[in-house]
């Protein structure tokens, strides 16, 4: 008599999707009237109008094309036969590259245009640095909610497109996607292209250096933000790289492909939560709100790198992670513009990212000799964080400082 041993494959609840959307929708169409009056004010322009859509548009194209490779690049690495570790070493070399490379890719683009850099690396990530001084902050910051919005969203809308092209042909399944990726990658040149103007980068480099050395090197807030915005670019590459194995951890069979969404829509409900704290009367400094945010964020993390086994547990954990982050994000971008003109916010950007990834090549190349556990990866990704909190709290004290000086004066 045969036995039959049924598979248990934990998913998550199909209707916690359709609720963060409905969270989602009510939260953007519920705002205060008084956002809709001063988006409409600041905005009236039709230029100012044309460009974000187009910008929105790239931007969303890119993070598709993100996205593809986030969904579908470690299958693909498996089918041509990379092991773990040497999908772990691949890994390992990219994060070598941002970190020799990419943290001067901030200054090239300051000095000869991110139109430039756009086409000829396509990372879009430079492109928050586009939007004019002069433009009021109201808009902006609809600008940074309304990119990691857009962002989530065509990461979902990536692993629709990939699983749509996924057939039993594992050939044809790659040679497709790849094939939908250059389409997108060639409509997005050809925005930035014919779509895009640009003013001429003027700026010697001497002239650069000047004002690089007296808004970043010299000034101590920028490199408490710096620090900041390294720590959380550390805690965000940790978790992607370890929530599945997290959650798979004792070799339970988990449904990745729900939970991915679920994680990509907490981060789409953060995200609209940040106008609100604009459209209404503020009671708290930037910087406070990055404060809780961020040891939030940290709690979360400790509590994974606890080594709890309890998958509702840990995939809630998650989903809170997410939704600080979207609103960790717009907040960040709106001190940048708080603290540094435009022309040189390319730069102190990557060059922040430095340590981040120094430290992520120097823990992966650890992990891959199998010297730690990916619970002491977490735990240092909780205490980056904890430490940024403690930077915005030096933030606010200082913020406050100054106005009480000004009021002196």
């Given amino acids: 008599m045969g036995v039959v041993l049924e598979s248990d494959i934990w998913e998550p609840n199909r209707s916690i999707c359709i609720l963060f959307f409905i969270c989602c929708v009510v939260s953007i169409f519920c705002l205060p009237a008084k956002s809709s009056a001063n988006v409409l004010d600041h905005a009236s322009s039709a230029s100012l109008l044309r460009f974000q859509r187009k910008f929105l548009f790239l931007f969303a194209i890119s993070s598709v094309l993100e996205g593809l490779w986030a969904v579908f690049g470690e299958y693909e690495l498996a089918y041509y036969g ?4 040497q999908v772990l070493n691949v890994i390992s070399v990219g994060f070598a590259v941002s970190l020799f490379i990419g943290s001067f890719i901030g200054v ?47 990461f979902i809308g990536s692993q629709a497109l990939a699983n749509y092209l996924i057939d039993d042909n594992v050939v044809r399944n790659i040679k497709s996607l790849w094939i939908g990726a250059a389409v997108l990658a060639v409509l997005a040149v050809g925005l ?49 790289l370890l929530w599945a194995p997290s959650i798979v951890a004792d070799g339970r069979e988990v449904s990745l492909g729900l939970i991915y969404p679920c994680l990509l829509g907490s981060k789409m409900l953060g995200s609209t939560g940040f106008p609100w704290f604009f459209h209404v009367p ?15 964020m940290g709690f979360a993390l400790s509590i994974v790198a606890y080594d709890y086994q309890e998958i509702e547990l840990l995939v809630a954990l998650f989903c809170l992670f997410q939704t600080c982050l979207g609103m960790v994000l717009p907040f960040l971008a709106r001190l940048r513009t708080t603290y540094l003109p435009n022309d040189i916010r390319g730069g102190m950007m990557s060059l922040s990212l430095m340590p981040a ?23 240092v990704a909780a ?25 002196n004066l």
């Fill in 192 to 240: 930035v292209t014919r779509g895009w103007q640009e003013a001429p980068q003027t700026a010697p480099l001497k002239d650069y250096r000047v004002s690089f050395h007296r808004h970043v090197i010299s000034d101590k807030r920028i490199w408490l933000l710096s620090w900041a915005q390294s720590c959380v670019h550390f805690s965000v590459a940790a978790f992607w």
């Fill in 357 to 379: 990834n120094a430290a992520i090549l120097f823990l992966l190349v650890l992990r891959g000799h199998h010297y730690i556990a990916n619970s002491t990866i977490t735990s």
């Fill in 108 to 154: 090239l683009s300051d000095l000869l245009g991110h139109k430039k850099l756009c086409l000829l690396f396509f990372l879009q990530h430079l492109l928050d640095k586009v939007l004019q001084l002069g433009q009021r902050q109201e808009v902006l910051n609809d600008m940074f909610w309304m990119m990691t919005f857009l962002e989530s969203a065509s």
């Fill in 82 to 85: 990379f092991s773990k570790d």
């Fill in 282 to 296: 503020l009671v708290l400094r930037t910087e406070e709100y990055l404060m809780y945010a961020f040891t939030i």
């Fill in 383 to 407: 205490f980056g964080l904890f430490s940024a909190a403690g930077c915005m709290y030096s933030l606010k004290k200082w913020g406050k400082q100054l106005q009480q000086s000004r009021r």
